[in-house]
Nanobody
Framework: QVQLVESGGGLVQAGGSLRLSCAAS????????MGWFRQAPGKEREFVAT????????YYADSVKGRFTISRDNAKNTVYLQMNSLKPEDTAVYYC????????????????WGQGTQVTVSS
């Protein structure tokens, strides 16, 4: 089992920045590909970003490319999502997820999920 706990969400004005953190425990963190997803009210959960076990490979949704950066610190068992130039349409609950092995962009490929953290961007 892998336990994931997100933090860092909050209310920010458009154009502002937030950094989300996801702390993992329970298994060898460096064996897991990690992803960030988000879900806005009335919408399906959507992919945001993913990072390989080593951190050497990342992939982003087109909607956040150039504004968000995913990173990880395997010594701290933590994955991060730096969000810059935030827009009102980024408002959602953000979830981190883990899967053993390679990273992926489909939510169905992830085995473990955090409880989510709310990000609200005001216009």
């Amino acid at each position: 089992q892998v336990q994931l706990v997100e933090s860092g969400g909050g209310l920010v004005q458009a154009g502002g920045s937030l950094r989300l953190s996801c702390a993992a425990s329970g298994r060898t963190f460096s064996n897991y590909g990690m992803g960030w997803f988000r879900q806005a009210p009335g919408k399906e959960r959507e992919f945001v970003a993913t990072i390989s076990w080593s951190g050497g490979s990342t992939y982003y949704a087109d909607s956040v490319k150039g504004r968000f950066t995913i990173s990880r610190d395997n010594a701290k068992n933590t994955v991060y999502l730096q969000m810059n130039s935030l827009k009102p349409e980024d408002t959602a609950v953000y979830y981190c997820a883990a899967r053993w092995g390679y990273s992926a962009y489909r939510a169905s490929e992830y085995d473990y999920w955090g409880q989510g953290t709310q990000v609200t961007v005001s216009s």
